[in-house]
């Protein structure tokens, strides 16, 4: 894994906080995104299915608990969320958060729900398409969504590494992270993790794929 260390991978999933967090989803994943276009919609679950295959975990037409359990809104501005019926049952606090968001100029936000073991139970992805996110090709800003939500990434994961890079002309994701996203869905491993020398055990199951 090029340029990667068990203390690079262990900032990957080292919060603002300095906590180590470390989670992958338990369960299929069960995908619906709202306010895009139906040719956005394909390209938006196809970097979805993508990364899931990439990960060797699965997805499913229906969640039985919860029908879908990756939700993704895009939207032009924060105050649209408040209109969403029962949004605010599905993120607690959400009108706090709009006004946060709002005051940082944020254009994304992630929220996470987990399993009594502390695996990935659902996501709720909010893009606001500000000029910013509007200049990136739909496929690009499919993957880049995809590709946060598998894992329980920190905080401060790709403010200086971006996780895509560009190869003729298409964007891709880093080999490094496809390799780390593999490795983290290997069922010797478990689905959360606290303690940084987990990111040693990644490592140690990147290096094996490699060498096999």
Known sequence: MTDMTPQTVAALFTRSDGQYLFARWGRPIVPVVFGVSDAT??????????????AGHRMAETDPEQGANLMMFFFRNWDELLAVPDLDRLVP??????ARLQAEDANQYRVFRFEADGAIRAAVVFVRMDAEMSAVPAADLALLQAVQTVLLWSDAAFIDNAP????????????????????AYD?????MARDSSHA?????????????
């Open 41 to 54: 919609l394909a390209t938006v679950k196809g970097a979805i299915e993508a990364v899931v295959a990439l």
């Open 187 to 191: 069922p010797v491993l478990p689905a």
């Open 164 to 183: 895509l890079v560009r190869a003729h002309g298409a964007a891709m994701l880093r080999p490094d992270l496809a390799a780390l996203i593999r490795a």
């Open 93 to 98: 606090g959400l009108g706090p958060l709009v």
């Open 200 to 212: 040693l055990r990644l490592m140690a199951r990147v290096g094996m794929a490699e060498g096999g």
